[in-house]
Nanobody, 120 residues
Framework: QVQLVESGGGLVQPGGSLRLSCAIS????????LHWYRQAPGKQRELVAV???????NYADSVKGRFTISRDNAENTMYLQMNSLKPEDTTVYYC??????????????WGQGTQVTVSP
């Protein structure tokens, strides 16, 4: 099993910034990729950003140029730096990882989510 715990959410004004953190722990053979998702009530979960184990990143068009995903392998932590926040960014953000078990099975684990609210 692996565990992911998000932190850093909160209330921010439009145009402001937040940095989300996700601490990862557990028995992992290797990590294939790390992800940030968001899901508003009544809507599908949206992939926001991805970083793979080589450091390559991809972003949703809606956040490109404003959000940055990163990782600290030594601390087993991933981050989402969010700048120029807009009201439409308001929702719950989730971190996840695609990881490989000792049996060489590719699995996905999720954090519990952290609320981000962008409002005057």
């Amino acid at each position: 099993q692996v565990q992911l715990v998000e932190s850093g959410g909160g209330l921010v004004q439009p145009g402001g910034s937040l940095r989300l953190s996700c601490a990862i722990s557990g028995s992992i053979f290797s990590i294939n990729s790390l992800h940030w998702y968001r899901q508003a009530p009544g809507k599908q979960r949206e992939l926001v950003a991805v970083i793979n184990n080589s450091g390559s990143t991809n972003y949703a068009d809606s956040v490109k140029g404003r959000f940055t995903i990163s990782r600290d392998n030594a601390e087993n932590t991933m981050y989402l730096q969010m700048n120029s926040l807009k009201p439409e960014d308001t929702t719950v953000y989730y971190c996840s990882t695609d990881w490989i078990s000792r049996s060489r099975t590719l699995l996905r684990s999720w954090g519990q989510g952290t609320q981000v609210t962008v409002s005057p």
